[in-house]
């Protein structure tokens, strides 16, 4: 496991072998395989409505990151071709690379949108994503897709890495004109705003729900180009709705629009909230 080495050993094992746990602090859900390991197949994708992969760990995975992103933007009226996922605990992208599904999956033509995730990367795992972001977008672009940078976040342990992850990914992103959702950065809003939100799970490193839910509400903007705070107080899991404070949900919702504001790469999306401010 290549994507954060300077992790507690103990804290490593745990994360390997908690490979289909869902550490949300709100419930005892977990998520379906299938937003873990898309089955392999030579199928295209289809032609109408938007296609997204993607690729990383745990921290995608957790709380079915990719299902509650695709609920929301199927009740936003947003048509969906597919969205999948090649997600393995403990990946990094240097073993995404040589692993044979995520390559033959990756090689379809038709994707919209690929979603990289590797670990922290604040220190040893920065040189990966510097070195393997720019090799995949080489392939995603030739299947006429955008690559995207998922920008996560260090373990609670590791707080002080946090501008470290967010100078790794961000430079990640520009190096090969990609997008950049800057989740880490929208987590750091939302404590601003209120520092007793539990964004971290129980292992204090994978999301709890609310992580999983602003990390969706970040990607969700940008994708869409919508008014976060049009959305309804609820967090449209895949294993059911849950409803949260309407004061909570706008905290989050605000905390998204400031991290995308101050960090999207996309001019569109900052062009579009200067708009409505």
């Not at 869902?22 to 938007?50: A, F």
């Amino acid at each position: 496991m290549r994507f954060h080495t300077t992790l507690p050993r103990l804290l490593i094992i745990f994360i390997i072998f908690s490979v289909f746990t869902s550490c949300s602090d709100m419930e005892n859900k977990t998520e379906p395989d299938y937003y873990q390991i898309t089955p392999l197949t030579n199928e295209p994708l289809p032609e109408q409505g938007l296609n997204i992969l993607f690729i990383g760990n745990s921290l995608t995975y957790s709380n079915g990151l990719p299902g509650i992103l695709e609920r929301m933007l199927i009740l936003a009226d947003i048509e969906i071709g597919k969205i999948e996922s090649q997600t393995l605990g403990g990946y990094g992208l240097p073993d995404h690379w040589d692993r044979t599904e995520t390559r033959a999956r990756l090689d379809v033509s038709g994707w919209d949108i690929v979603v990289l995730q590797q670990g922290p990367s604040a220190t040893e795992g920065r040189p990966y994503l510097l070195e393997y972001v720019p090799l995949f977008d080489t392939e995603i672009k030739q299947s006429g897709g955008k690559t995207a940078l998922y920008m996560v976040w260090p373990a609670k342990s590791r707080f002080f890495d946090f501008p470290g992850v967010s100078d790794s990914y961000e430079s990640a992103a520009k190096l090969v004109d990609g997008l950049l959702y800057p989740v880490g950065e929208a987590w750091l809003a939302a404590w601003r705003r209120n520092p007793s939100i539990s964004l971290y799970g129980s292992d204090n490193f994978h999301p709890s729900l609310l992580g999983t839910y602003l990390a969706a509400l970040t990607m969700f903007e940008q994708i869409s180009g919508m008014e976060l705070n049009d959305l309804p107080p609820v967090i449209p899991a895949v294993n059911g709705d849950v409803n949260i404070e309407p004061a909570l949900a706008k905290i989050l919702q605000d905390s998204a629009k400031e991290a995308n504001l101050n960090f999207a790469l996309d001019s569109a999306i900052k062009n579009t909230q200067n708009n409505t401010l």
